[in-house]
């Protein structure tokens, strides 16, 4: 997941991204960022180092699935 600069766009990543052979997955156009999928033969931790230094690009962090928990229980609050 690659969030970029607001201000600068997308237009370097999406440049940078041709020159990685990646391709979007989804765009979150709302919060300024990109899923990517890199080529199998590329190196994650080498694909962040490269993606971190494109111009715009604030953040880079690797896609993993998280699960919300379900709480069974509502928490109680006394009041004295």
């Not at 990646?22 to 994650?44: H, R």
């Not at 694909?47 to 109680?76: C, H, W």
Request: aromatic share 8%; proline share 5%; glycine share 4%.
């Amino acid at each position: 997941i690659i969030f970029y600069d607001k201000e600068i766009g997308n237009a370097p990543l999406l440049e940078s991204l041709s020159t990685y052979d990646a391709t979007v997955v989804y765009s979150y156009k709302l919060l300024n960022g990109m899923a990517i999928n890199i080529p199998t033969d590329k190196n994650i931790l080498e694909a962040i180092e490269y993606f971190k230094s494109i111009k715009g690009v604030l953040s880079v962090e690797p896609d993993r699935k998280l699960e919300l928990m379900n709480q069974k229980s509502t928490p109680t609050v006394k009041i004295m």
